[in-house]
């Protein structure tokens, strides 16, 4: 028995060590790309560090925090429109994704296509989307083309990355048209997880589509709602290509968000204590808003 055991254990270490082994390349580059910069964004947060600079960086306590919610208003307008673009693009994303993902998953001739159709912006570089849209929203785009000839010439359209009350809510549109064919798809693959015979019993019972819907279709969708979920908010809080494509964060700071700040200060302006001060809060809200978030969604007794 004992000599059985300890070939046991052997076996048992080789298996550990061929898996370790075949672990360490995803667990190096995670240390060196995620777990080093986390520490050194970090440590410099509390410096007055600069990318190009002769003197060594100052410790500096929490004055770079300090700076951010009381002398900086380009941060403070950061944090708003971050907030607004995450509160508009969730539910509206979500929820036109469903739509969709419901209207396509109809057994119809040619519905192929409809999925494929919905589904190229999201394989499309957000930088050529981003470039695309930028055309087609100037004064003399496309867009405004169709809507002088929609109204008889009556309404022009403005020059919608230009004006400060059009910025944002323009680059909100693009970004649902980008990727709600993504998530359409996420939702597609939960609605085919949905045993048909659930929705035939209550066929038998005389339910409606929309009783079908709300007593079968939702509560199906659970685990693929919260996914759903999780994956958009972080996208959305993390809207960075974006504004760094079409507006450069303007006009006048109207689209600019946590993250374009976090670069714009990190490197364009060589501010990299402060830009790391930034993008340490915007870890610190996006943490607390995924908890929050596992609260409200977590299986109750």
Same mark, same amino acid.
């Given at each position: 028995m004992s000599l059985k055991r300890s070939g046991q254990q052997k076996s048992h270490r080789r298996e550990a060590l061929v898996g370790a082994t075949m672990a360490s390349p995803a667990l190096i580059l995670l240390i060196l790309f995620m777990l080093i910069p986390v520490i050194l964004a970090f440590a410099l947060s509390f410096t007055n560090a600069r990318l190009i600079?002769? /003197?060594?960086?100052r410790f500096v306590g929490l004055?770079? %925090?300090?700076?951010? %919610? $009381?002398?900086?208003? =380009?941060?403070?307008?950061?944090? +708003?429109? $971050? !907030?607004? !673009? *995450? *509160? +508009?693009? =969730?539910?509206?994303?979500?929820? !036109?994704?469903? !739509?969709? *993902?419901?209207m396509v998953n109809q057994k119809l001739r040619g519905i192929t296509w409809f999925r494929v159709i919905f589904f190229i912006p999201v394989v499309t570089s957000i930088v050529v989307v981003s470039i695309l849209w930028k055309f087609l929203y100037r004064q003399e785009g496309l867009i405004n083309s169709m809507l002088d000839t929609l109204t008889f010439g009556y309404w022009n359209g403005p020059n919608w990355l230009n004006d400060p009350s059009t910025a944002l809510p323009a680059i909100i549109f693009m970004s649902i048209w980008q990727a709600v064919g993504f998530h359409m798809l996420i939702w597609l693959s939960g609605l085919q997880t949905i045993p048909e015979e659930l929705y035939e019993a209550a066929k038998m019972d005389g339910a409606t589509t929309w009783q079908q819907f709300v007593n079968v279709t939702w509560p199906g969708l659970k685990t693929t709602r919260v996914f759903v979920l999780i994956q958009i908010t972080i996208a *959305?809080?993390?809207? %960075? +290509? /974006?504004?760094? =494509?079409? $507006?450069?964060g303007g006009p006048v700071n109207a689209t600019s968000t946590l993250v374009y700040h976090a670069v714009r200060k990190g490197y364009r302006e060589l501010e990299t204590g402060y830009g790391a001060t930034i993008s340490l809060i915007f870890f610190i809200l996006v943490l607390i808003i995924a908890l929050i978030q596992h609260y409200l969604t977590r299986e109750k007794d």
């Open positions: 600079s002769p /003197q060594p960086p004055d770079n %925090f300090i700076r951010a %919610f $009381t002398s900086d208003p =380009v941060f403070l307008k950061s944090l +708003v429109n $971050t !907030f607004i !673009f *995450a *509160a +508009v693009i =969730v539910p509206v994303q979500a929820g !036109f994704g469903l !739509f969709l *993902a419901i *959305a809080l993390g809207l %960075f +290509v /974006q504004p760094d =494509v079409m $507006t450069q």
